[in-house]
């Protein structure tokens, strides 16, 4: 089973909307971490917003914000007043404490492509 | 910057020959993470070190291999090199094992093999 699943391959909206990103996630570990990341066309991963898995408030990094559903297992990433250079493929990942079978790396849902228009 | 340093940042090289990438994590990380982003397989992990030990595996093919030097730096090293090994390989790091804080990426090291 898919450990992080993006259901989305790619958006396009109107720049100045609002956009979410879904992501649901499996995991058996109390502890885990949420994380979005944002790659642009020139490559690097740019980490935009942190979810712990005991935070009761949802996470905002300025127009991010992460609408976090502990109970549904979701890890919604909005962004609030899109603009052109949002315009990049964007990666929800886990990061569990126990389950990573000896690793405690990120694991990645496959991205969406998220293109805002003029 | 993120603080992890990755050389080189594009490679170009024939299929059957080997490389090897190189990564200087964070000043005090002591975890050293290797990722493979392919088109077709998106990014997968491949291998962890933590302070000098291999920690984990994922899905790294034996043509590849890795290691964690005394000074912390990681250095992948690809060999038998295929065209499917053409990907971005990215290099990551975080203070220690078991937390679930933020990795820290590097920009990458694409690799084109023709």
């Known amino acids: 089973a898919q450990k992080i699943t993006q259901t989305q391959p790619g958006m396009f909206v109107q720049e100045k909307e609002a956009v979410t990103l879904d992501c649901t996630y499996d995991?058996?570990?109390?502890?885990?971490?949420l994380f979005w990341y944002k790659q642009p066309s020139s490559g690097e991963m740019i980490f935009l917003i942190y979810q712990g898995s005991y935070d009761e408030q949802n996470a905002t990094e300025g127009r991010y914000s992460l609408n976090f559903q502990k109970a549904r297992k979701s890890a919604n990433l909005v962004i609030s007043a899109s603009q052109l250079g949002d315009s990049a493929m964007y990666f929800c990942?886990?990061?569990?404490?126990?389950?990573?079978?000896?690793?405690?790396?990120?694991?990645f849902g496959k991205g969406t492509h998220l293109i805002i228009q003029p | 910057d993120s603080g992890v340093t990755q050389t080189p940042k594009h490679l170009i090289t024939a299929t059957g020959q080997r490389v090897t990438l190189r990564c200087s994590p964070r000043?005090?990380?002591?975890?050293v993470y290797w990722y493979q982003q392919s088109l077709d397989q998106g990014l997968q992990f491949l291998i962890q070190y933590y302070n000098g030990e291999e920690r984990a595996k994922g899905n790294i093919l034996e043509r590849f291999s890795a290691q964690q030097f005394p000074d912390l730096h990681s250095e992948l090293n690809l060999s038998s090199l295929e065209l499917g090994d053409s990907a971005l390989y990215f290099c990551?790091?975080?203070?220690?094992?078991?937390?679930?804080?933020?990795?820290?990426f590097g920009e990458g090291s694409r690799l084109t093999v023709l």
């Open positions: 990551a790091s975080s203070v220690a094992g078991l937390n679930t804080g933020e990795l820290f």
């Open positions: 995991t058996s570990d109390q502890s885990y971490g």
């Open positions: 000043s005090g990380d002591l975890s």
């Open positions: 990942a886990m990061r569990e404490r126990y389950s990573g079978g000896g690793a405690d790396g990120l694991t």
